[in-house]
């Protein structure tokens, strides 16, 4: 894809951003689960204290995809990780090169930033990014099981 491009995400991008979240929580069955919102997303990825980051990826200056990635720290290797929140491109475009794309760019983001490693979660039902992230050399790290603290527990567990 010669006319790919793959920039830093502007604040006039927000409503772009928020349209391709909707889209990846509903082809991960958790569109229900969505709460943000355009002002919500400027705050958190454009304002002076955001500590994350997006990026769209673009074809004929149309977006068909985007990114949102932060940095994290590894005590074992003392170093920066780059941790890939979100990664989606719309599904007529899947297959193009973009997502390799947009992980050769957060590589080299990565590398450019001394980081130790990159990390992301995918889905086990999602056999497509599976098998995707395998063939770019991605290995599962299965002895690790995520947990998460959210919602009514996360409040009652601060309160107590």
């Known amino acids: 894809?010669?006319?790919?491009?793959?920039?830093?995400?502007?604040?006039?991008?927000?409503?772009?951003i928020l349209k391709f979240i909707i889209e990846l929580a509903s082809y991960e069955k958790a569109a229900h689960e969505v709460t943000t919102n355009i002002a919500a997303i400027e705050r958190s990825l454009f304002s002076p204290e955001a500590t994350a980051y997006a990026l769209l990826c673009e074809v004929d200056g149309q977006a068909i995809g985007f990114a949102v990635y932060f940095f994290n720290y590894s005590t074992w290797l003392g170093k920066n990780g780059l941790y890939l929140e979100d990664l989606y491109i719309a599904p007529e475009h899947r297959g193009s090169g973009a997502g390799k794309a947009i992980l050769k760019y957060l590589a080299k983001l990565a590398v450019a930033?001394?980081?130790?490693?990159?990390?992301?979660?995918?889905?086990?039902?999602?056999?497509?990014?599976?098998d995707?992230?395998?063939a770019i050399g991605a290995k599962p790290q299965d002895e690790w099981t995520t947990y998460r603290l959210t919602g009514e527990a996360l409040s009652k567990f601060a309160a107590d």
Request: a negative charge.
């Open 113 to 130: 930033n001394n980081c130790g490693r990159v990390e992301w979660a995918v889905l086990n039902w999602n056999q497509p990014a599976i």
């Open 1 to 16: 894809m010669s006319n790919l491009v793959i920039r830093a995400a502007q604040i006039e991008d927000a409503a772009t």
């Open 132 to 134: 995707f992230y395998q």
